[in-house]
T-cell receptor
Framework: AQSVTQLGSHVSVSEGALVLLRCNYS??????LFWYVQYPNQGLQLLLK??????LVKGINGFEAEFKKSETSFHLTKPSAHMSDAAEYFC???????????FGKGTMLLVSP | GAVVSQHPSRVICKSGTSVKIECRSL??????MFWYRQFPKKSLMLMAT?????????EQGVEKDKFLINHASLTLSTLTVTSAHPEDSSFYIC???????????????FGAGSRLTVL
């Protein structure tokens, strides 16, 4: 069984501030980890993914995440928030060849001027 | 890149009617598609896995007779909500996988979602 816990349903930052969205996972086998972003009334867009290899993964729009096995974490960061980053962010995990994802409950990122 | 188109984006229907939502892979063949349901302020819940040419695999607690899934071709899967009721109102999202293999290689592509409102 696998699960994802996203700490904080809402995170508020000021424009230009560091963004940190937390994700912890549980998996009985080596996981594949994903971060998706969802804008209002839209589907999900892949930000980045970790499969194997380098544990620091860079994605689109300046986001990156680091896989830490010892902490079972995959936190998402961005050095400087932009107003356009305001959206819902989902962390997801899978360990099957059929790509059945288990999603966290999401974190709404609010960016203030 | 891989694109998944979902139609309609919004639909309003009367209670008791059926609604069909289409999910198309535009520039690739999707052997497997997934249907998710998203409740307000909640995560996505996997409803079923749709495999081309075979019956869909439903997750526990999902009524297969209410949510009919058909994956008749490699580019089209449909979800039909039969005899819809207000509690079926939700945001339905489909996603497509390029095929079996390493999960890391099979990054899902998501449709834009369909908002169903049942009056």
């Amino acid at each position: 069984a696998q699960s994802v816990t996203q700490l904080g349903s809402h995170v508020s930052v000021s424009e230009g501030a560091l963004v940190l969205l937390r994700c912890n996972y549980s998996s009985s086998v080596p996981p594949y980890l994903f971060w998706y972003v969802q804008y209002p009334n839209q589907g999900l867009q892949l930000l980045l993914k970790y499969t194997t290899g380098a544990t620091l993964v860079k994605g689109i729009n300046g986001f990156e995440a680091e896989f830490k096995k010892s902490e079972t974490s995959f936190h998402l960061t961005k050095p400087s928030a932009h107003m356009s980053d305001a959206a819902e962010y989902f962390c997801a995990v899978t360990n099957s060849g059929y790509s059945t994802l288990t999603f966290g409950k999401g974190t709404m990122l609010l960016v203030s001027p | 890149g891989a694109v998944v188109s979902q139609h309609p984006s919004r639909v309003i229907c009367k209670s008791g009617t059926s609604v069909k939502i289409e999910c198309r892979s535009l520039d690739f063949q999707a052997t497997t598609m997934f249907w998710y349901r998203q409740f307000p302020k909640k995560s996505l819940m996997l409803m079923a896995t749709s495999n081309e040419g075979s019956k869909a695999t439903y997750e526990q607690g999902v009524e297969k007779d209410k949510f009919l899934i058909n994956h008749a071709s490699l580019t089209l899967s449909t979800l039909t909500v039969t005899s819809a009721h207000p509690e079926d109102s939700s945001f339905y999202i489909c996603s497509a996988s390029l095929g079996q293999g390493s999960a890391g290689a099979n990054v899902l592509t998501f449709g834009a979602g369909s908002r169903l409102t049942v009056l």
